[in-house]
């Protein structure tokens, strides 16, 4: 069973640059596996931030950015602020129409 | 504005049934598949499964499969999620949402409010 690996909780001061990755428990996560990044706040729905490794979704600010790091997806936050303060969660495509969904990172901003 | 509603969420006793509805408008529902996601209380998202455009294809999380059935009616722009013989560990809130493809890639947008389910003797 293929797990997608996030670290648990990351901490970024106000202003800061902070990477959050998305890995497999076996293998390397490729453009193909279609990585795409969720932002969550607490009672609300997951809102989509980035797909495709690093296309921004309308909306988001541009201090969010995608890519691939290595063997894994990354999603870097440029210039942190507060209310990035959030659980952020990638998801991947793993063939024969099934997803996966990382275990999300905890992110504090402070 | 493409908007997701679900429905049918409770409290359920182990080894009984639910069946939850995810109710579509303000989008073409027939161009688009729909996925269920759910989330345990203070745990992460989890895929659970999807069905297609046309309701042919569908697909499920090992961790569901054969308890679970999705369905779609696409005259109603409804998705269901039939859950046979419930467990304790399927206790969550679930959302439904539509996966959006294009060219440039695909995303799950918009999400639903999500329905909580409750599984315990």
């Known amino acids: 069973q293929t797990v997608v690996t996030q670290e648990p909780s990351f901490s970024v001061s106000p202003g800061g640059t902070v990477t959050l990755t998305c890995g497999l428990s076996?293998?390397?996560?490729?453009?193909?596996?279609?990585p795409s990044w969720y932002q969550q706040t607490p009672g609300q729905a997951p809102r989509i931030l980035m797909y495709?490794?690093?296309s921004r979704s309308s909306g988001v600010p541009d201090r969010f950015s995608g890519s691939i790091l290595g063997n894994k997806a990354a999603l870097t936050i440029t210039g942190a602020q507060a209310d990035d303060e959030s659980d952020y969660y990638c998801v991947l495509y793993m063939g024969s129409g099934k997803w996966v969904f990382g275990g999300g990172t905890k992110l504090t901003v402070l | 504005q493409p908007q997701l509603v679900e429905s049918g969420g409770g409290v359920v006793q182990p080894g009984r049934s639910l069946r939850l509805s995810c109710a579509a408008s303000?989008?073409?529902?027939?161009?688009?598949?729909i996925h269920w996601v759910r989330q345990a209380p203070g745990k992460g998202l989890e895929w659970v499964a999807h069905i297609g455009y046309d309701g042919d294809n569908k697909f499920y999380a090992d961790s569901v499969k054969g308890r679970f059935t999705i369905s779609r009616d696409n005259s109603r722009k409804t998705v269901s999620l039939q859950m046979n013989n419930l467990r304790t560990d399927d206790t969550a809130v679930y959302y439904c949402?539509?996966?959006?493809?294009?060219?440039?890639?695909?995303?799950?947008?918009?999400w639903g409010q999500g329905t909580l389910v409750t599984v315990s003797s």
């Open positions: 949402a539509r996966r959006y493809d294009t060219s440039r890639g695909n995303w799950f947008d918009p």
């Open positions: 076996s293998g390397s996560v490729f453009s193909s596996n279609y």
């Open positions: 495709s490794t690093s």
């Open positions: 303000g989008f073409t529902f027939t161009a688009y598949s």
